[in-house]
């Protein structure tokens, strides 16, 4: 029976994040919080007022039940999450150097590298309108990789499939990252970065990755500060990204998904969807966190149905979901 709008499934870690800038070993004071693709897409919609669940497995330690309690605050559904005496849940640390940010994880052999096809929970993974996934759950291991085969082929009582490239080279050391491509061909809507293409499989721009990919009803390739561009019906839709003031790019892309899954679900035009993108990924890279909190939706409405060229001097910064958000003279 289908009760949620959209049910995540994938590996959530606890993030250590430090309390200043600097390498890890001149830093003695972290804070923690929570970091992972999937669940930051069900928080996220869970905030925007949708129905979430999120699907994984954590260790049965303190840093389980914090991921547990912490997405269960926002608003998400995770009755569905299995908790191994065996195995750890997954963490990983940032590194705020003066020019980047660096992220290492510590997730091998985690709770949910152990995800596979003979654990998978079939009556939750049925409860969504969407399923949303990530090519991150296939590198965590070979059962990972065949659960995520297994999801994105038909089978009877499937929803349509939502599928996040999320290349993370690191993960793929070892593996062929052409992988992604034959599992983003099964879903119904394809989420990727241009350069993450470009890296991964050797495409040079969104022409080139619709013709690699033509089999999903939408693939949106996001480019960063020049925006993004969905393909569907045949056509071709960009939106401009709005300027923002980054305080932290990580967890842009999975926003992005969110905001864009978001107008899906109302039906909304396809340009007001990616703008929707744009806006939750705005709230992302404006807090120092993976998670920002999306404005209100009466007020992403309105900034995302403004004329192209009003949308062109919207700047946002760092507490523009609380304030009212500016619109600023280039």
């Known amino acids: 029976m289908v009760t949620f709008d959209v049910v995540c499934l994938g590996e959530s870690m606890v993030t250590l994040v430090p309390a200043r800038p600097g390498r890890l070993a001149d830093v003695a004071v972290f804070h923690r919080g929570i970091g992972g693709a999937e669940s930051n897409v069900a928080c996220a919609l869970a905030r925007l007022g949708h129905r979430t669940r999120w699907i994984s497995r954590v260790g049965a330690d303190g840093f389980g039940d914090h991921l547990l309690a912490e997405i269960a605050a926002a608003g998400v559904d995770v009755g569905a999450v299995r908790r191994d005496g065996t195995r750890p849940t997954g963490i990983y640390f940032k590194e705020r150097l003066a020019d980047r940010t660096a992220v290492l994880y510590y997730r091998s052999g985690s709770a949910a590298a152990a995800m596979s096809p003979h654990n998978l929970d079939r009556a939750a993974v049925r409860s969504g309108r969407l399923l949303h996934l990530s090519g991150i759950t296939a590198a965590l291991s070979a059962p990972c990789h065949a659960l995520m085969t297994e999801l994105t082929r038909p089978w009877q009582g499937r929803p349509r499939v939502c599928f996040d490239v999320n290349f993370r080279p690191a993960l793929w050391r070892s593996r062929d990252p ?6 983003a061909r099964g879903c119904d809507i394809v989420f990727v970065g241009e350069d993450e293409a470009k890296a991964a499989w050797g495409l040079p721009d969104a022409a ?3 013709a690699a990919l033509p089999e999903p009803a939408v693939l949106v390739v996001k480019r960063g500060a020049d925006g993004a561009v969905a393909f569907h019906d045949g056509t071709a839709t960009s939106a401009a990204a709005a300027r923002v003031d980054v305080v932290e790019p990580v967890g842009a892309g999975d926003a992005f ?5 978001s107008g899906t679900l109302r039906g909304l035009p396809v340009r ?40 062109g001097r919207l700047r946002l910064g760092p507490g523009w979901t609380a304030e009212a958000a500016e619109v600023a003279t280039p």
């Not at 052409?178 to 599992?183: F, I, M, T, W």
């Open 257 to 261: 998904a969110a905001g864009f899954l």
């Open 208 to 210: 080139a990755i619709r």
């Open 272 to 311: 007001e969807r990616l703008r929707h993108g744009h806006l939750l990924a705005a709230a992302a890279l404006t807090v120092p966190g993976d998670l920002g909190t999306p404005p209100p939706r009466e007020r992403a409405d309105a900034l995302a149905g403004l004329s192209d060229e009003a949308w």
């Open 178 to 183: 052409a992988a992604l491509v034959e599992l």
